[in-house]
């Protein structure tokens, strides 16, 4: 008989039995990087908060944005991540190619993930206005650092979940009749 899953674990579910310490990779881009930093940081230190065994959390920089999906890419082809988060902030800089990025590195991600089953997930943000001044660089660094935590807190989450996944189709393998 098929089981149905009725419950959604949430990021206060416990992790499940059995869970290893999680190896999780965070891209960051170097533009804008002071900002950027903030969402890589808020990220690393809810990480570490969220798991009774922390996980090892490495970060890699690349030089902006769109160099973001090829890295994902290879981290997630290694086999060595449990997951990938990809931070970083792409602004309209006086031509219309914004939005052509944005698109681009969103895309990228995606098919990495459902090309190797690692879970991405992205804190690459696309402003409507950013402009080089002090109100929109504070204003963008503390929005990075509730970024960078409702990243981790969706990573957390949803490896979690995918983890009881797992475990609820070992279950129904091992009560199949032989």
Request: with cysteine; glycine share 6%; charged share 20%.
């Amino acid at each position: 008989m098929n089981q149905i899953l009725t419950t959604i674990p949430t990021l206060d579910a416990p992790e499940p039995a059995g869970s290893h310490a999680r190896r999780i990779a965070i891209l960051s881009a170097r533009w804008h990087e002071d900002i950027v930093a903030n969402a890589v940081a808020a990220a690393r230190a809810e990480l570490l908060r969220s798991w009774t065994t922390p996980p090892r959390v490495e970060h890699f920089q690349v030089p902006g944005a769109f160099e973001i999906p090829l890295h994902a890419l290879s981290l997630a082809a290694t086999g060595g991540y449990d997951a990938i988060i990809a931070c970083g902030l792409v602004v309209n800089g006086g031509i219309y190619r914004h939005d052509f990025v944005a698109a681009a590195v969103i895309n990228g991600l995606m098919q990495v993930q459902l090309q190797t089953s690692v879970p991405i997930f992205s804190a690459v943000l696309t402003p409507h206005d950013f402009h080089e001044h002090e109100e929109h660089r504070k204003f963008f660094s503390e929005h990075f650092v509730k970024k960078g935590l409702e990243v981790a807190r969706a990573c957390v989450e949803t490896l979690r979940s995918l983890a009881r996944l797992n475990d609820a189709a070992s279950v129904r393998r091992r009560a199949q009749p032989a």
